[in-house]
C-alpha cells in the first residue's frame, strides 16, 4: 500500500509539474505582442519568440497584432450644407504601435477610432454641398485621417488611411442628378453637332472661295493666253503686210513694173465700175466714159505718186 501510494504522489506530482510547464511557457507568434500582467498590474509586452510566466502569478491580459487592421466604418446618415441627407460609409486602416497604449488608453480601441471617424466625417459632409462633396473624397479622406491619427496617439494607435466606399443620396436626388446628367449630355451632343455642322459650312465656304479664286486664276490665264495670241497674230498679220507691201515695192521699181502697174490698175478700175452697175437698178457709169485713156491716166497718178522713184 505504501508503494502503491508514492506512486501516485508521485504522478500527480509528474502532472503537476508538466501543468506548471505548460501555463509558463509562452510563445508569441511573428507580428504580434502579447501584454502581460503580474498580479494585476501591467508588467510587460511579449513580442514574437519563446518567453516564460510564473503560472498563477503572471497572465497574459490583452493580445495584438501588428499587422496593418482593415475595420469597416458601418453606414451613417449625414446631412450636407444644402440640407441634403445622404448614407456614407467607409473603411479604416490602423496599426497598434504601443501595446501598452491600446490595452489602457481605451475601454473598446474599434469602437473608439469608429466614432471618431464617424464624427470627423459628419463634420466634414457639413462643410460641403452634395455636388463639391461628390468631388472632394480624397480631401474628406485626408482630414478624417488627420484628425484620427492626432487622437489615437494617447490609444497607441495610427491611423494609416481612410476610404469613402459609397455616398448614396436619396432616391429623389439620385432621379434629379440623372435628368441632370442626361440633359447635360444633350447639350453636349447639340453643341458637338452645331460645331459639325459650322466648320461644315466653313469648309464648304472656303472650298467656293478656292474654287472661284481658282476660276479666275484660270479665266485670268486664259484672257491673258488669248491676248497674247492675238497680239501674236496681229504682228504677224501686220508683219506679213509689211513685207508684201515691200515686196510689191520692189516689185514697182524693177523694170517693167510701172507699165505692169499700169495696166492693174486700169484692169481693176474697170473691173469696179462693172461690178458697181450690177447692183442694183441704178446704173453708173462715168461721165468721160468715152475717154477710157483719161480714166486710167487719173488712176495712174495715184500709184506714181506713191512711187518713191517719182
Known sequence: MIITGGLIFSAVLAVFVIILLVLSIRVVPQQAVFVVERLGRYR????AGLHILIPFVDRIAYRHTLKEIPYDVRPQTCITQDNTQVKIDGILYFQVTDPRQ?????????????????????????????????????TINRSVVAVL????VTWG?????????????????LRS??????????????????????????????????AAIAASEGSMTAAIN????????????????????????KAISAPGGIEAVN????????????????QGNTLIVPGNMADISSLVASALKVVQATNPKN
Open 44 to 47: 510587460d509586452s511579449l513580442l
Open 102 to 138: 491600446a490595452s489602457y488608453g481605451t475601454s473598446n480601441l474599434e469602437q473608439a477610432i469608429e466614432q471618431l471617424a464617424k464624427t470627423t466625417l459628419r463634420s466634414e459632409v457639413g462643410k460641403r454641398a452634395l455636388d463639391r462633396l461628390l468631388e472632394d473624397r480624397e
Open 149 to 152: 491619427d492626432e487622437a489615437c
Open 157 to 173: 494607435v495610427k491611423v494609416l488611411r481612410y476610404e469613402i466606399k459609397d455616398i448614396l443620396p436619396p432616391e429623389s436626388v
Open 177 to 210: 442628378m440623372q435628368l441632370q446628367i442626361t440633359a447635360e449630355r444633350e447639350k453636349r451632343a447639340k453643341i458637338a453637332e452645331s460645331e459639325g455642322e459650322r466648320q461644315k459650312e466653313i469648309n464648304l465656304a472656303e472650298g467656293g472661295k478656292q
Open 226 to 249: 488669248q491676248a497674247k495670241g492675238q497680239a501674236e497674230s496681229m504682228r504677224m498679220v501686220a508683219q506679213a503686210t509689211a513685207q508684201a507691201i515691200e515686196m510689191v515695192a
Open 263 to 278: 495696166l492693174k490698175v486700169a484692169e481693176q478700175y474697170v473691173a469696179a465700175f462693172a461690178n458697181m452697175a450690177k
